[in-house]
């Protein structure tokens, strides 16, 4: 099997584990946003890998990238209230920071007219990956995680729809709260009179 050949989520989970192994992330990555159209940073630790490890994947997929290409790709929606959303471009600072990064590890390589591409050592490490990927879904690693998950949404829908049952039938915390405020009100108009 090869890079094609297995899910790409999990092959870039793969190689962002190997990529944290021998590249530092810059101290000043933890406060970043990711772009205009995101409302707050990354809430992974290592978010910075997983997207060094996807740019490799897209030069993979793509042949030549661009800084602006994946600007455009890591790009998104931005709501802006009550007018329309926009397409707004990811930061670009982010995107030259993980190619600089990964062309020095030797990942990529200038490409002959612009951009980079991925170098034979690029090719190499996501085929070692995808081996790896490969093995861990015959084992059952990755269906794990995805049932842990679905737990943890199953319970947490759980708690949200019998909250919202509690509301309706009066016993919840919004019902007593506004019983509590409806006695201070009379209170207050029982004692202007």
């Given amino acids: 099997m090869g ?9 870039i989970e793969e190689t962002a584990k190997k990529l944290g192994e021998e590249i530092k992330q810059p101290e000043w990555m933890q406060f970043v946003k990711t772009g205009v159209h995101s409302e707050r940073a990354p809430q992974r630790q290592d978010w910075f890998y997983v997207r060094m490890a996807s740019i490799l994947y897209r030069a993979f997929k793509w042949g030549n990238i661009g ?3 994946l ?3 890591y790009g998104g929606r931005k709501n802006r209230g009550v007018k329309r959303e926009h397409h707004y471009k990811a930061s670009g600072k982010v995107i030259r920071v993980c190619v600089q990064n990964l062309e020095k590890a030797g990942y990529l390589e200038k490409a002959k007219t612009k951009g980079r591409k991925a170098s034979v050592k690029g090719f190499q490490l996501l085929n070692a990956m995808s081996k790896i990927t490969e093995k861990n879904l015959k084992e059952g690693i990755y269906a794990q995680k995805i049932k842990a998950k679905k737990a943890f ?3 947490k829908k759980k708690e949200v729809h019998d909250t ?3 509301q309706d039938r009066g016993h919840g915390k919004v019902s007593e709260d506004r019983k509590q405020q409806s006695q201070k009100s009379m209170k207050k108009k029982g004692s202007e009179q």
């Avoid at 890079?3 to 092959?11: C, G, Q, S, T």
Wanted: proline letters at 5%.
């Fill in 153 to 155: 949404d199953e319970k």
């Fill in 71 to 73: 600007r455009t790709y």
């Fill in 3 to 11: 890079i094609h050949d297995v899910p790409a989520e999990y092959l």
């Fill in 164 to 166: 919202l049952k509690a």
């Fill in 67 to 69: 800084t602006e290409s």
